[in-house]
């Protein structure tokens, strides 16, 4: 579109364009009084949120790097695009018609993320029209059936076909007004051998790939032909162009998004049906990566959405084949964890299966039965690399925790490494010594903080040592809303100071801060309680009793988690042949802590 916009159209565009929904689209925002919102910056890693929007005046600021202005600037910034792209675009989100200054300066050539997107878009309606057609989309049709997928879920997926011809698709655009400088720019034709564009997938089932807006920013094809016709990959994904970058964009974000807000989970699977399969099923908070491997860049969309700060908040499921290609992709997935403050688990199906193919198998509730059998990252990658080693010899137990040893003291939470010290000596059946002594070895040669605790420079920032904090805070600012405080587990304070906290507050027959202070004689202590008083409490608006029924929830149950994993190591060690009465009874004991711990994860979320 040639000329300029008009002054008036850019003032309504920009007076009648909510910035938090815009923002909201990006970012996971979170009340912060007096009318603004706050969430984690886009523009920069940040751990802290320090991003705010307010709404009323339509601005944003980052108190971190600085960025600020209107909505027009942020999505300007962040989706680098021209003035005049961004205009549009927003004017299409609330149904503006521009108008344009004949005699003004050009806005470019007319090719632009607009013109791009809705080449996508009619591309996409074109490839769903021919997948109902009779004739060679009927194998596209059967891939679909074959593996569970009605003509509904094809439908709600955008799910298209790909004509077995050499331009069909180009002959369609073409009719439509698109020139081939638009269509080789979105990625949608090619050169032929012979001259001339033709169609860059044939043959083929089609996804749209939407970005976190919701725009179809290009496809993902799979290959149908079961002979020698289509020599390429078995996917084929869009090119880079200007508006689709295979490394920011998750495939299904714009439909789980919310969902991943509000549960404050992700689940990410391998693939576009398994995508398909894991919604169908009810598990709505999975995405995938688009042909490229799970990176930094999807770690920051991720983290935004689940306001990751959050110590207390927010899980990263990762799925992967039971092979050894997915044990590998697991282990990789180890270094990408220490970027998450969420905590990030494993879902294996033991069969090898992928969600799809176990939604053929077993239906909806053996794919969510999948997600809910996670377990710690951390976990899985150690029992990946032990299983390869037979440790019912001396050799094979010295060698597997050889090569288990670096991943123990590559976990950046100094609090989680004695506990996975104990799990692996019971895992390998050595004693605990035996392994820390190996971590503290592969530690000193890489430099990494040694497991003891005492000798530790402590990081307050440590998700378990800020849910300790926070609890404590409650007690002292709002002891009324905290009956639950009785209940807590005598182990549920790790950091000395805090225990020394809590042990003062236990000394006392009643709460009353003027008699902590006055009987607190230790000055360490006292100026730790008076920081703990006048802190504020990390909630949104008031401090609820859900809320602290919720965080003392979370600090019972990572409390008894400690106690569960003490509980199997014991039993681990056990012949339950030999001492049969005296393993029944730990069992029972296990089972009995495994439901305390359930309830209290059940009270966790329900502040969520």
Same mark, same amino acid.
């Given at each position: 579109?040639?000329?300029r916009?008009?002054?008036?159209?850019?003032?309504?565009?920009?007076?009648?364009? @909510?910035?938090?929904?815009?923002?909201?689209?990006f970012?996971?925002?979170?009340?912060?009084?007096?009318?603004?919102?706050?969430g984690?910056?886009?523009?920069h890693?940040?751990?802290? @949120?320090?991003?705010?929007v307010?709404?009323s005046?339509?601005?944003?600021?980052?108190? $971190?790097?600085?960025v600020?202005g209107?909505?027009?600037?942020?999505?300007?910034?962040?989706?680098?695009?021209?003035?005049?792209?961004?205009?549009?675009?927003l004017?299409?989100?609330?149904?503006?018609?521009?108008?344009y200054?004949?005699?003004g300066p050009?806005? $470019?050539?007319?090719?632009?993320?607009?013109?791009?997107?809705?080449a996508n878009?009619?591309?996409?309606?074109?490839?769903?029209e021919q /997948?109902?057609?009779?004739?060679?989309?009927?194998?596209g049709?059967?891939?679909l059936?074959?593996?569970?997928?009605?003509?509904?879920?094809?439908?709600?997926?955008?799910?298209?076909?790909a004509p077995?011809?050499?331009? &069909?698709?180009?002959?369609?655009?073409?009719?439509?007004?698109?020139?081939?400088?638009?269509?080789?720019?979105?990625?949608?034709?090619?050169?032929?051998?012979?001259?001339?564009?033709?169609?860059r997938?044939r043959?083929?089932?089609?996804?749209?790939?939407? %970005?976190?807006?919701g725009?179809?920013v290009?496809?993902?094809?799979?290959?149908?032909?079961?002979?020698?016709?289509d020599? $390429?990959?078995? !996917?084929?994904?869009?090119?880079?162009?200007?508006i689709?970058k295979?490394?920011?964009?998750?495939y299904g #974000?714009?439909?789980?998004?919310?969902?991943?807000?509000?549960?404050?989970?992700?689940?990410i699977v391998?693939?576009?049906?398994?995508?398909?399969?894991?919604? =169908?099923?009810?598990?709505?908070? &999975?995405?995938?990566?688009?042909?490229?491997?799970?990176?930094?860049?999807h770690?920051?969309?991720?983290?935004? #959405? /689940?306001?990751?700060?959050d110590?207390?908040?927010?899980?990263v499921?990762?799925?992967?084949?039971?092979? *050894? +290609?997915?044990?590998? *992709?697991?282990?990789?997935?180890?270094?990408?964890?220490?970027?998450?403050v969420?905590q990030?688990?494993?879902?294996?199906? @033991?069969s090898?299966?992928? @969600?799809?193919?176990?939604?053929?198998?077993?239906?909806?509730?053996?794919?969510?039965d999948?997600i809910?059998?996670?377990?710690?990252?951390?976990?899985?990658?150690m029992?990946?690399v032990?299983k390869?080693?037979?440790?019912a010899?001396?050799?094979?137990?010295?060698?597997?925790?050889n090569?288990?040893?670096?991943?123990?003291?590559?976990?950046?939470?100094a609090?989680?490494?004695?506990?996975?010290i104990? =799990?692996?000596?019971?895992?390998?059946?050595?004693?605990? %010594?035996t392994?820390?002594?190996?971590?503290k070895r592969v530690?000193?040669?890489?430099?990494?903080?040694?497991?003891?605790?005492?000798?530790?420079?402590?990081?307050?920032?440590d998700p378990?040592?800020?849910?300790?904090?926070e609890?404590?805070k +409650?007690?002292?600012?709002?002891?009324? #809303? &905290?009956p639950?405080?009785?209940?807590i587990?005598?182990?549920?304070?790790? !950091?000395p100071?805090?225990?020394?906290v809590?042990?003062?507050?236990?000394?006392?027959?009643?709460m009353?801060?003027?008699? =902590?202070?006055?009987?607190t004689?230790?000055e360490?202590?006292?100026?730790?309680?008076t920081?703990?008083?006048?802190?504020?409490?990390?909630?949104?608006?008031?401090v609820?009793?859900?809320?602290?029924a919720?965080?003392?929830?979370?600090l019972?149950?990572?409390g008894?988690?400690?106690?569960?994993?003490?509980?199997?190591s014991?039993?681990?060690r056990?012949?339950p042949?030999d001492?049969a009465?005296?393993?029944?009874?730990?069992f029972?004991?296990?089972?009995?802590?495994?439901?305390?711990?359930?309830?209290?994860?059940d009270?966790a979320?329900?502040? /969520?």
């Amino acid at each position: 579109m040639a000329g300029r916009i008009r002054d008036e159209d850019v003032t309504y565009v920009r007076e009648h364009t @909510p910035i938090e929904d815009v923002v909201g689209d990006f970012v996971q925002l979170k009340g912060a009084g007096g009318g603004q919102k706050k969430g984690l910056c886009p523009f920069h890693d940040e751990k802290s @949120p320090s991003f705010n929007v307010t709404p009323s005046k339509g601005y944003f600021h980052c108190f $971190g790097c600085g960025v600020g202005g209107d909505v027009i600037n942020f999505l300007m910034k962040l989706e680098h695009l021209t003035f005049t792209e961004t205009v549009e675009r927003l004017a299409e989100r609330i149904g503006y018609q521009l108008h344009y200054d004949s005699t003004g300066p050009s806005a $470019g050539s007319g090719i632009n993320r607009s013109r791009l997107v809705a080449a996508n878009t009619a591309a996409a309606a074109f490839y769903r029209e021919q /997948l109902g057609l009779p004739g060679t989309a009927q194998v596209g049709r059967e891939f679909l059936t074959g593996r569970g997928f009605d003509k509904t879920a094809a439908e709600q997926f955008g799910v298209g076909y790909a004509p077995d011809e050499w331009d &069909a698709l180009y002959k369609h655009m073409s009719a439509l007004g698109y020139k081939d400088d638009e269509l080789n720019l979105a990625g949608l034709t090619k050169e032929g051998s012979r001259g001339g564009l033709i169609d860059r997938y044939r043959n083929r089932l089609v996804w749209p790939i939407k %970005d976190i807006s919701g725009d179809i920013v290009g496809f993902g094809a799979r290959k149908l032909a079961s002979d020698d016709k289509d020599q $390429g990959p078995k !996917y084929l994904n869009t090119s880079e162009t200007p508006i689709y970058k295979k490394s920011q964009i998750l495939y299904g #974000l714009d439909m789980a998004k919310k969902e991943i807000a509000k549960k404050r989970q992700v689940v990410i699977v391998e693939g576009y049906t398994d995508v398909m399969a894991a919604h =169908l099923a009810g598990i709505t908070t &999975a995405v995938a990566t688009c042909g490229t491997a799970f990176g930094d860049d999807h770690i920051r969309i991720i983290r935004r #959405l /689940l306001m990751d700060d959050d110590a207390f908040r927010g899980e990263v499921i990762f799925t992967f084949d039971g092979d *050894a +290609a997915g044990q590998k *992709a697991a282990l990789r997935a180890f270094d990408d964890d220490q970027k998450f403050v969420a905590q990030t688990f494993v879902a294996v199906e @033991p069969s090898g299966m992928d @969600p799809c193919e176990l939604r053929q198998s077993g239906g909806d509730l053996a794919v969510r039965d999948l997600i809910a059998r996670r377990v710690p990252l951390f976990e899985f990658a150690m029992r990946s690399v032990i299983k390869q080693y037979d440790v019912a010899s001396a050799e094979g137990r010295v060698s597997a925790l050889n090569q288990v040893a670096p991943l123990v003291g590559k976990i950046r939470d100094a609090s989680l490494r004695p506990e996975y010290i104990r =799990l692996v000596a019971g895992w390998l059946g050595m004693e605990v %010594d035996t392994v820390s002594a190996a971590v503290k070895r592969v530690a000193g040669k890489s430099n990494t903080p040694l497991p003891d605790a005492p000798a530790m420079a402590v990081n307050l920032s440590d998700p378990i040592l800020m849910l300790e904090r926070e609890v404590l805070k +409650a007690k002292l600012q709002a002891n009324e #809303l &905290a009956p639950q405080w009785v209940d807590i587990e005598a182990n549920a304070f790790t !950091y000395p100071p805090y225990a020394a906290v809590r042990a003062k507050i236990d000394s006392l027959p009643d709460m009353n801060i003027s008699s =902590l202070l006055d009987r607190t004689e230790d000055e360490n202590l006292r100026g730790l309680l008076t920081e703990l008083i006048v802190e504020p409490i990390r909630t949104d608006g008031e401090v609820s009793e859900r809320y602290v029924a919720s965080i003392i929830a979370r600090l019972r149950e990572v409390g008894l988690s400690r106690d569960i994993a003490e509980i199997k190591s014991t039993l681990q060690r056990i012949n339950p042949v030999d001492e049969a009465e005296r393993y029944t009874e730990i069992f029972g004991a296990l089972v009995a802590k495994e439901a305390q711990r359930r309830a209290q994860k059940d009270l966790a979320i329900g502040d /969520l």
